[in-house]
């Protein structure tokens, strides 16, 4: 073995290092549930769609307003919904962001 060479505090990095990243999944766990809680709401149509989704990425529901149905087109409809669903995807996407990004800031590698 090479002089001065100590394992000693090679190995307490080590578990110092598996300690931080014990904490940090447990922070991941509690970010990712905190997640699962919190919506977000988007609107298209001037509001005649409604979409609720989760901050992960889980669809709750779609509203659609009764008069709009009155005057509008299956093409029309489609488009309404698929703009309304495409923008609370990108609200869940920056919740999540939000709340996960930090974490992934204090990862030791």
């Known amino acids: 073995m090479a002089k001065g060479f100590n394992k ?5 990095g080590q578990a110092g290092m598996m300690q931080q990243l014990q ?3 447990q922070q991941m766990e509690e970010a990712q549930a905190k997640l699962a809680e919190e919506t977000v709401t988007a609107t298209a149509g001037g509001g005649a769609i409604k979409v609720v989704m989760t901050g992960d990425q889980k669809c709750k529901s779609v509203e659609i307003s009764p008069e ?3 005057d509008a ?4 409809l489609q488009d309404m919904v ?3 669903v495409n923008m609370a995807l ?3 996407r920056e ?3 939000k709340l996960m990004g ?3 800031g204090g990862l030791p590698f």
């Open 102 to 104: 930090p974490l992934a």
């Open 8 to 12: 000693g505090p090679q190995m307490g």
């Open 23 to 25: 904490r940090l999944q």
């Open 82 to 84: 698929l703009s309304a």
């Open 68 to 70: 709009f149905m009155k």
């Open 90 to 92: 990108d609200q869940s």
């Open 95 to 97: 919740l999540q962001q």
């Open 73 to 76: 087109d299956a093409e029309i």
